[in-house]
């Protein structure tokens, strides 16, 4: 794989991006809390991966939870994302059914919209951390009673050298069951495809999701949305790091990357790479670019 090349600066940049947040788990040093990685695509892997990471450098001590049960006398930690937003549920109803059961419940950086009666019921045992301006500050007018914080997004403290060498000592990992043969033939053709099909580009990566969050941008050809071909759905420690090291590789190969996936220009910024970053639906990608990107990243280019 080639010199991360923006490595040291991300290292030289992650103690004070993330100085207060690692302040505040240092706190939970001999307590076992609940960790529920956020669910969802590849970004959401290299956000869990980049969070077991965090715990490990501080030595926490936690158990996986699962999104659908009540932890009552807990501790309970929901990893960063942007799932408390209209379109999705599952940090919702989490809440609904834990917040006032649970001794204390911890949201990792987020991105929040909407949702305000969920937020109006939350107490002074929440602590909600938000990875960009726009949701610190609806944060605040809508949960009153809860501790609120800007961070932000934590796949940004990623050691993507640590990665690579946590990477060479993965077993191969065989597939479980017909959707997971499924999921590794599509990490294999798609790739190569879409490599055939930018003969002539190859030194550029066109990657535009085509899901809800989508925007009224004319998706380029050839395109390939390494997010979505490269999600398992599976956030425990193993998958989340093969899961990164598999985007980091692809990503790898190419020099400039127009996306408007937010953690495909995040992983693409801090691989050094030219990224033109556009924007998403709803105003995160925007919203984290600003709060984190702008002024540290001399790479990556806002396209809104």
Partial sequence: MAELQMETAVNERRP?????????????????????PDPGNAGDSFIAHATYQLFDRIG???EIGSEFCKYPGRVVMWGGGGNLVPMYGNLKHFL???WDVSERVIILPHTIQGNES?????????????RDRMSYDFVRRHAPKTRVWLSHDLALSADLELTEKEASKLPIM???DVASARRIAKRAILPLRYKARALGRSKVLNCFRGDREKTAL???????????????????KQDSLATTYRMMLFIDGFETV?????HVAILSAMLGKQVNFHPNSYGKNRAVFENSMAGRF?????QG
């Fill in 16 to 36: 004070p991006m993330f100085s207060e947040l690692e302040s505040f788990l240092e706190t939970l040093r001999g307590v076992k809390f609940v960790y529920l």
């Fill in 60 to 62: 926490l001590d936690y």
């Fill in 96 to 98: 609904l059914a834990n």
């Fill in 118 to 130: 969920t937020l109006s019921l939350l107490g002074v045992n929440c602590d909600i951390f938000c």
């Fill in 174 to 176: 065989l597939p479980r």
């Fill in 218 to 236: 004319e998706i380029p050809s050839p395109n390939i949305d390494v997010s979505a071909v490269y999600a398992t759905g599976i956030m425990t």
């Fill in 258 to 262: 127009n996306t408007n996936r937010l």
């Fill in 298 to 302: 001399a790479n990556v280019a806002w």
